[in-house]
């Protein structure tokens, strides 16, 4: 079985944490030095974790778009595949904050079902369920 490439590891780093990289680089090295069976099984291991951690970005990334339009399918979609529901804007909003912002009453509550935090904060202070109430 070839080694591989090198491309195939800058793809299968780009959601994983710089620490899990580091770490991941090191199991690997020593793999390596142990036998190719064992790192073929350490590679295949960290491509499963990177995939799982690019569709969780993924997700997170369409949390909040999916909140605003009102689309709870692909809110749960979102939800089940792991996004981070307390993820933040650039302006502080969570997804919870922004389906209370546009009265999705439904994607509020999935949201909190799921562990949105409903004490989260905006840049300006603002509370998603205070922001609800109005």
Known sequence: MAMPRAESLKVATCCISPEARAW?????????AVSRPVFHKLF?????????SCTQAKATDELGPAAERGDLASVQDCVTKGANVD???SNGLTALSI??????ADIVKL?????????AKDNVSHFAMHIFVR
Request: net charge positive.
């Open 24 to 32: 991941m680089r090191t199991v690997i090295a020593a793999a390596i």
């Open 111 to 119: 949201l909190l079902k799921h562990g949105a935090d409903k004490e």
């Open 87 to 89: 993820a933040q804007t």
């Open 44 to 52: 295949r291991c960290y491509l499963h974790l990177a995939s799982f």
């Open 99 to 104: 389906a209370a912002r546009e009265g999705h």
